[in-house]
């Protein structure tokens, strides 16, 4: 009985821990909604078949309402050849975003300066570390942003690494700039 006892508190200490570590990750996209988001500017974003998607030559960004720090931003996106966007982190406002004042994760292959192409940290680190394509088909940003490191990693490979700066907590945007489609998927942060 005792070694029943043991393996039952073991069991319990076991799940525990699971559900901990499962809490500890937030999913910023339900699948369905753009629910938790802000939208600002003239940019249309709606949500197709499970991802989040602006197209057209309008701009703008979708916006969290809220603010995050110390985590690790793992998200899914698709893009056209035509497509400029990225990814801000950091963001001091749900209204300014520019490299200036945020930190902007490129997502643009054909960027006429290709120092800034994707997998850039935009007039931080600048040419990527690695050259990554990624038009036409689904690829994975995994963005840590902890204390005073900020890493990229895109597909699995490193494409910038940076003192963070800026480790305040800030909004996370997602842009559509100039013509083509951009998709976003599976948005989810860890701390």
């Given at each position: 009985?005792?070694?029943?006892?043991?393996?039952?508190?073991?069991?319990?200490?076991?799940?525990?821990?699971?559900?901990?570590?499962?809490?500890?990750?937030?999913?910023?996209?339900?699948?369905?909604?753009?629910?938790?988001?802000?939208?600002?500017?003239?940019?249309?974003w709606?949500?197709?078949?499970?991802?989040?998607?602006?197209?057209?030559?309008?701009?703008?960004?979708?916006?969290?309402e809220?603010?995050?720090?110390?985590?690790?931003?793992?998200?899914e996106?698709?893009?056209?050849?035509?497509?400029?966007?990225?990814?801000?982190?950091?963001?001091?406002?749900?209204?300014l975003?520019?490299?200036?004042?945020?930190?902007?994760?490129?997502?643009w292959d054909?960027?006429?300066?290709?120092?800034?192409?994707?997998?850039?940290?935009?007039?931080?680190?600048?040419?990527?570390?690695?050259?990554?394509?990624?038009?036409?088909?689904?690829?994975?940003?995994?963005?840590?942003?902890?204390?005073?490191?900020?890493?990229v990693?895109?597909n699995?490979?490193?494409?910038?690494?940076?003192?963070?700066?800026?480790?305040?907590?800030?909004?996370?945007?997602?842009q559509?700039?100039?013509?083509?489609?951009?998709?976003?998927?599976?948005?989810?942060?860890?701390?």
């Open positions: 009985m005792q070694c029943f006892g043991l393996y039952f508190v073991l069991c319990l200490s076991a799940c525990a821990v699971t559900r901990q570590a499962r809490g500890d990750q937030i999913s910023l996209f339900d699948g369905d909604t753009l629910a938790g988001w802000r939208l600002v500017g003239a940019a249309e709606r949500v197709i078949n499970g991802a989040i998607e602006a197209a057209g030559d309008k701009d703008g960004y979708l916006v969290t809220k603010t995050f720090a110390d985590y690790r931003l793992t998200l996106f698709w893009i056209e050849a035509t497509t400029n966007s990225g990814v801000f982190i950091g963001c001091p406002t749900q209204v975003f520019s490299p200036e004042v945020c930190y902007e994760i490129n997502i054909e960027h006429p300066r290709p120092s800034a192409r994707t997998g850039s940290i935009v007039l931080e680190v600048m040419p990527p570390l690695a050259y990554v394509e990624t038009v036409g088909k689904w690829n994975t940003y995994e963005i840590t942003s902890m204390g005073s490191t900020l890493v990693e895109l699995g490979i490193v494409t910038a690494e940076l003192d963070n700066t800026r480790a305040e907590a800030g909004y996370i945007a997602l559509h700039a100039g013509t083509g489609r951009i998709r976003f998927r599976n948005l989810r942060l860890s701390h």
